[in-house]
């Protein structure tokens, strides 16, 4: 077997050790920014969330050098990934528009979204009109659930 | 053509809710009116608010609800109530981390009070210090001398470094030349009884009536309050101003307010619905039951009140940054 | 004498119908909330306070226990079922349960989960009756130094249980913590970790956490399948038919667990309800890595063993009872769903308090009688009933089951904090945890570092408060050193036994 170099031998499991490695490194940035960890001898607010960083560090470290030695190359299956980050997409959407068109929009939307998401291969066209219906129920439901048994008040939209 | 209608109905719409705040404030409320409670449902404030706009729901034709919204030390959930519409359906309920804490520290940015209309101040409570009942010193003075005698031996417990219980604690070093170990105990009064029964702290900073319940058991002992009177139901508990100490009257409080703004008449209307829910029997009875201090300043009063408590404890937190007793 | 006459009339007051509807009421609403992920018991309650102003303040409370007996529960029935807890209590019975499920013994898992509960909590409720007044002693005993050295067990055990991979639970673990951070520190009103984001200031809260690594990584992991291999899987679950007696638990079955398991894992729940701090998932969690250390085949935990499911749910029923003891006693609430109920008794104007219990004992009593009898009866019927129809969510149709858990989940996010930034960090929280699940990191170690790490530096930092700046405490106190010895103690056991050594562990990490 050829040798491989380290960025060759980059797999999924490095991958997300270098991320987390990084990620650890902007936290750690942002606690010394912040305070001294200990000052006049008292241990201050960023003291302990420096002791977590470094031992996060230990750990991906650690999880980085049993992923180069692990046999596996860095693989993208696009079309696993597609639709978890179509969910993503939506709902962000979902909150974005949650408060401000109202519950009921948004979350209709949001579930009818979902339901094609979600749906067989071929079957959303043929039931259009259950998907609606199904759609309206779970979102009445929910409705009824918070606004008229808990007195919750769900938000009904800025614009109206 | 289609986008003109929607602009002209919104037009429409923006027009009559002007006009329906405008003229129409003698019918308030119209709609139910929400008060957010910045703290924990369960919690102290958050039962404090709860029972009084349930008394003062009953006189208005819609609900008051409550939402709790909790963090940044109560400054999240009126960060909401600095941002509603100014027509009165926004209340929220302002302790001493809201007029003091959050400002001084500017947790929340964009967080002002000059956003709110203060509506009226519905209880108060004076600072105070509790032992346990076995505890070897009997009253202030014993507790004194004992400190005295062994400085910074002595351990009392605040709610955090910096908060409202442990400036309280250091105005009293400040006036009486005491020194005490500080113990925190940030998680509510719950903690603060744990820690006062276990032995682990000697004494605690809160008020009598959070600790009500083992007082009356004749667990716990009130030392000594940071008021210029007696508390009513705990008449032998002294104070510091009967002793001679000056500037030793300090406290926590609930301040109901409103989004700045708002029409001074439907002020004056919240401020009738909740002077006549703190005046009835129902929540007299609650108090009493409860060990809350029910205190009434209206709408004329409150502002000045909490600009004052402001000021005072601004300066006399510069004052012990400027002497090296806590950081900024 | 006086108390178990008390006690009797408890009995005799919860009986009356108009009381016990209440608590079947509580039981079914406290079933939906604690089933429902982005529902939890806390906020069922949380929500019934202005309700409960205006009742009778015995139906209030016997409603409250009927929630929360059924709220810590009825977790295990999404856990099991898919792979979703309701509730962070029921996250170890997840681990076990799900894989039960996909091998088609959905019925048994759901059966002994609901058994252990009871057991659990019926001895829970037991003991609050009879043992109280000593167990909040004990817990008095237990200072800061000492919680301090039971959190850090707690999180030796979090990560040496991942006997597969205790790098990757160190560091799921650690994130958790260090998302803990975030926001306004614990101690002083200092603000930390805010990036510059302005809102971050408000920190982030637990329910985003709990909903975003259970129900929403869940809802991104199902989207990656075809609607074809969902259905192969789910054949797979309902191979046989079911029936109610596959529900009950067998003999056979319960000696192999052994009883110990289920005494013990009561013991647990109780014992660390009555300490106030951590509650049902950190009892559940610790009763699961107890009966891990004691078994024979340490291996066999995480591949769907009724032993795990019977250790965590005994534990975590259990709890119910700790938690109101020093609640009751010293109105020093044992966890989240103790404070709420202690606000239904100050909201009706009653302080919790050695008084309330010997001169208003009538109105305590039914409580008592309320969560006895939620556990030992109404508990293991509700599965008998409902069992076959907890079966058969699997069954619904998946557009349908996974577009209302979204919409539940993210609505139930927004309701208990009334901000859509918690939404958003909900969906944030939810694509950490997938991506952490698609490379076998364990999001139960996300929770606990979440749930315990601000405790863990609250009592470090107290600690040194106490001695001055000098960590020696620590080694000083017993209470502190009874906890560093059991971490000794369940080192040895989890790594060193039967020749599973640190060494093969690393190796396996690294194949």
């Known amino acids: ?160 | ?328 | 004498m006086d108390n178990l006459l008390g006690i009797l009339q408890g009995f005799q007051t919860l009986f009356i119908p108009g009381v016990f509807i209440y608590v079947l009421l509580g039981f079914i609403v406290g079933t939906f909330f604690g089933a429902v992920p982005g529902l939890t018991a806390t906020l069922a309650i949380a929500l019934l306070l202005p309700v409960t102003y205006s009742m009778d303040i015995v139906k209030s409370l016997v409603m409250c226990m009927g929630i929360y007996m059924a709220g810590m529960y009825s977790g295990s029935i999404t856990a099991i079922t898919i792979n979703i807890p309701g509730a962070p209590s029921a996250m170890m019975t997840a681990i076990e349960g799900n894989k039960m499920m996909e091998r088609g013994e959905g019925a048994k898992a759901l059966g002994q989960a609901a058994f252990a509960s009871m057991i659990g909590g019926t001895i829970g409720s037991i003991l609050l009756m009879i043992v109280a007044p000593f167990a909040v002693k004990l817990a008095l005993l237990i200072k800061t130094p000492g919680k301090f050295s039971l959190i850090l067990f707690a999180f030796v055990v979090v990560i040496l249980a991942q006997r597969k991979s205790i790098a990757k639970g160190a560091v799921a673990t650690i994130l958790g913590i260090m998302i803990a951070t975030i926001g306004i520190d614990i101690m002083q009103p200092a603000a930390r970790f805010t990036f510059g984001i302005d809102p971050l200031v408000q920190g982030i809260d637990l329910m985003p956490l709990i909903i975003g690594t259970f129900a929403i990584s869940e809802l991104l992991i199902q989207s990656e399948k075809s609607s074809d291999e969902y259905k192969l899987i789910n054949k797979e679950m309902l191979k046989q038919k079911i029936s109610r007696r596959d529900f009950l638990p067998t003999i056979k079955e319960i000696k192999e667990i052994g009883l110990m398991t289920y005494i013990k894992g009561a013991l647990i729940g109780y014992f660390i309800g009555v300490l106030p701090g951590a509650g049902g998932s950190m009892a559940a969690f610790i009763s699961y890595a107890e009966a891990m250390r004691s078994s024979n085949d340490p291996d066999k935990f995480g591949t769907g063993t009724l032993e795990g499911i019977a250790a965590a749910e005994s534990a975590n029923n259990a709890v119910c009872g700790g938690a109101l003891v020093p609640m009751l006693t010293f109105s020093i609430p044992g966890d989240a769903v103790a404070a709420v109920v202690l606000g239904v008794l100050i909201i009706n104007g009653l302080q919790p308090g050695p008084r309330l219990m010997t001169t208003q004992f009538h109105l305590v009593a039914p409580m008592f009688a309320a969560l006895f009898v939620s556990a030992l009866i109404i508990l293991p019927l509700t599965l008998y009933i409902l069992g076959p129809y907890f079966i058969k969510i699997v069954t619904i149709n998946r557009k349908i089951l996974y577009s209302s858990i979204a919409l539940v989940a993210m609505v139930g996010g927004y309701v208990s904090t009334y901000s859509t930034f918690q939404m958003l960090m909900t969906l944030i929280m939810g694509v950490i945890a997938y991506v952490l699940r698609k490379q076998n990191y364990p999001t139960v170690s996300l929770l606990l570092g979440f749930i315990l790490g601000p405790m863990i530096e609250k009592y470090f930092r107290r600690s040194l408060y106490i001695n001055d700046g000098n960590p020696l405490i620590f080694f000083t106190q017993w209470d502190s050193i009874v906890f560093l010895l059991l971490i000794v103690v369940f080192y040895y056991f989890l790594t060193k036994r039967k020749g599973v050594d640190i060494k093969e562990i690393i190796e396996k990490n690294r194949s």
């Open chain 2, 1 to 328: 053509m289609k986008s003109r209608n929607i602009i002209s109905i919104i037009l429409v719409i923006m027009f009559l809710s002007l006009f329906s705040i405008a003229s129409f404030a003698q019918d308030f409320p119209t709609k139910d009116i929400r008060t957010i409670v910045p703290w924990a449902s369960g919690g102290g404030t958050d039962a404090i608010i709860r029972v009084i706009s349930k008394i003062a729901e009953k006189s208005i034709p819609t609900a008051i609800y409550v939402e709790n919204i909790e963090g940044g030390l109560s400054g999240v959930g009126l960060y909401e109530v600095m941002n509603a519409k100014s027509d009165g359906y926004t209340i929220g309920g302002f302790t001493y981390d809201s007029i003091v804490t959050v400002p001084r520290q500017e947790l929340v940015p964009g967080y002002s009070l000059d956003k709110v209309k203060m509506i009226c101040l519905v209880t108060k409570e004076a600072g105070a210090m509790v032992v346990r009942e076995d505890a070897p010193w009997k009253n202030w003075e014993e507790f004194a001398a004992a400190a005295k005698e062994n400085p910074r031996k002595i351990s009392v417990g605040v709610d955090g470094i910096g908060n409202a219980q442990h400036l309280r604690l250091l105005k009293i070093n400040e006036v009486t030349g005491l020194e005490f170990k500080v113990l925190p105990y940030p998680g509510g009064s719950g903690e603060k009884k744990e820690a006062l029964l276990s032995g682990e702290a000697d004494a605690i900073m809160t008020s009598l009536g959070d600790f009500a319940p083992l007082i009356h058991a004749g667990e716990v002992r009130g030392l000594i309050e940071m008021a210029d009177q007696r508390n009513p139901q705990f008449t032998d508990v002294p104070n510091f101003q009967e002793l001679g100490y000056e500037g030793l009257v300090k406290g926590s409080f609930v301040i109901l307010a409103t989004t700045a703004g708002t029409p001074d008449d439907v002020v004056a209307k919240l401020e009738q619905i909740f002077y006549d829910a703190h005046h009835s029997d129902e929540f007299r009875d609650w108090a009493q039951e409860t060990g809350v201090v029910a205190t009434w300043l209206g709408t004329d009063e409150v502002t000045d009140y909490a600009m004052q408590v402001q000021e005072d404890e601004f300066e006399m937190i510069q004052k012990l940054i400027d002497d090296g007793v806590i950081e900024g």
């Open chain 1, 1 to 160: 077997m050829a040798k491989r170099s380290v960025l060759e031998r980059i797999n999924s499991t490095s991958l997300l050790a270098l991320v987390l490695i990084l990620v650890n490194s902007i936290y750690l940035f942002e606690a010394i920014k912040t305070a001294e960890p200990i000052k006049n001898g008292e241990v201050g607010i960023t003291f302990f969330p420096i002791v977590a960083s470094i031992l996060l560090y230990i750990a991906a470290i650690i999880i980085f050098i049993a992923g180069i030695k692990e046999k596996s190359v860095l693989s993208f299956q696009l079309s696993r990934i597609g639709k978890p980050i179509m969910v993503i997409f939506l709902t962000l959407i979902y909150v974005l528009i949650f408060k401000s068109i109202g519950y009921f929009i948004s979350s209709i939307i949001y579930v009818l979204c979902l339901m094609f998401l979600f749906e067989e291969e071929s079957g959303f066209k043929k039931k259009k009109l259950l998907n609606i219906l199904f759609t309206v129920i779970i979102v009445a439901l929910i409705y009824i659930l918070y606004q008229k048994i808990f007195g919750v008040r769900l938000p009904i939209g800025e614009v109206f």
